[in-house]
């Protein structure tokens, strides 16, 4: 499954290379990309796993920087 979220307040480029390489080494998740610019992350995961990860994954992105949120 590929899900769009838009990233509310992330702060650099720096924050979204360390979100995607946190994120990427989650089980289960096939591809991640976050986009500076665009203030969006798309997620491509294991189906049957996909809220688990997503839920991990807005820790991850909590983690590299407290201000930033996941917009579910």
Excluded: S, W
């Excluded at 720096?14 to 096939?30: P, Q, S």
């Excluded at 991850?60 to 996941?70: A, I, K, S, Y």
């Amino acid at each position: 499954m590929t899900k769009t979220f838009k990233m509310q307040d992330l702060d650099c480029a720096n924050c979204a290379r360390k979100m995607e390489d946190a994120i990427r080494k989650l089980d289960g998740v096939a591809e991640v990309h976050v986009n500076f610019l665009t203030q969006k992350m798309v997620l491509t995961a294991d189906d049957a796993r996909f809220d688990e990860i997503v839920q991990e994954a807005v820790k991850l992105v909590r983690r590299v920087d407290p201000d930033c949120r996941m917009v579910l």
